[in-house]
């Protein structure tokens, strides 16, 4: 067994292009699909009209917000982009006033004018207590200023607010739909290409010759087996290392629980994948089985899409007997709703038990028909 599996790994150096071809799609689409580094704030270009706004409250108090990315470009190329769909709105800030200009009009616009609004607002309220204090040195009025922003850091009493959903509510968030998505979705192709060779090994009479040898038979099935393993869960190891280090995407601090997690779904797979080769004659028809059955795994399974949104009770149905349906609950759970593990362990198992149940009977119709 050790012998089929350095064997496979040498075949693997030196042709990569499945894993790397496959990889890559996945990197890509996730990219082409929005995501830029896990950040949801909203993208607002911004004109200063007055350079010393710039050391203002204003200012800071705009690059404080969360919800808000603020890009300072010049007025043309503010007008430019609205004007091409690449900002819904953009703010023109003066000394005395502001003006939002509106590409698309939409709730964010009102939240974009909320917040230029109360950042003018609490400016002008500082400056007119400053005022009113009748001090005439520079040094006093910005040691008053201090004294405020002090005392807003500390304030007498605070309020904690908590927001509440029922226990159905959907959490949608773009980022990890687009990246765990296309990720269970192309290791499809990369596992079932790795357990392919099962299929053609056993046509040629590879498999007859290896028997003779010392190596059993169900050693031949876990090694490949394991190779494909190997390869299928290290392409979805890369595609996460890199969102992780390389654009900033932080997994809400679960990152490495997903490494642990997604073991089952790569088991699921395959399982998955071994069936079909058992079920087809020869690699013609496994090409053309294998994208139907995956296309149709991602878009019932809420690859695509949330699975949420299907009204269909067909389609829900369906999603039941779908792995990747499993995977993408089990990735949400962790990082989008913070589930515990404890809590997770129902998909686990629905996975683990697919494994085992597709890979029997692969196994049996594989041995049964003696290909």
Known sequence: MIGILFAKARQFIRNPWTFLIFTGMSIGFALIMGITGGSNAI??????????????????????????????????????????????????????????????DSVRVRMVENMVRQAYIHYYQQQNIVD???????????????????????????????????????????TFQVLFGFSLFFVIYTIAYNVLPILTEKNEGLWDRIILSPVKKWEM????????????????????????YGFGVN?????????????????????????????????????????????????????????????????????????????????????VYNYSIQHLLYPISILILMGVVMIGIGIHLMERRHI
């Open 43 to 104: 993208r607002v270009p911004v004109t200063i009209v007055d350079e010393h706004l710039r050391d203002t409250t204003i200012m800071s108090e705009l690059k404080a917000s969360t919800s808000f990315d603020l890009q300072e470009m010049k007025k043309e190329e503010m007008l430019k982009h609205l004007k091409n769909g690449k900002a819904e709105v953009g703010v023109i800030l003066k000394e005395e006033n502001y003006q939002v200009i509106v590409g698309v």
């Open 132 to 174: 009113a204090a009748n001090m005439v040195s520079n040094k006093q009025k910005d040691l008053l200023l201090y004294d405020m922003e002090e005392s807003m850091n500390d304030p007498v009493f605070t309020v904690d607010s908590k927001g509440f959903t029922s226990s159905d509510a959907v959490v949608y968030n773009p």
């Open 221 to 244: 099935y876990v090694a490949n087996m394991l190779y494909s393993f190997f390869e299928g869960y290290l392409q979805v190891l890369v595609i996460f290392l890199l969102f992780r």
């Open 251 to 335: 997994f809400n601090g679960r990152f490495y629980d997903t490494l642990l997690l997604i073991i089952p779904y790569v088991f699921a797979v395959i399982a998955l994948a071994l069936l079909i080769t058992a079920l087809v004659k020869n690699v013609q028809q496994f090409n053309a089985i294998l994208p139907i059955i995956a296309v149709s795994m991602a878009m019932i399974g809420g690859a695509y899409w949330p699975i949420e949104i299907v009204e269909s009770n067909a389609l829900i149905a369906l999603s039941k007997i779908n792995p990747l349906t499993y995977g993408m609950e089990i990735l949400n759970g962790a990082v």
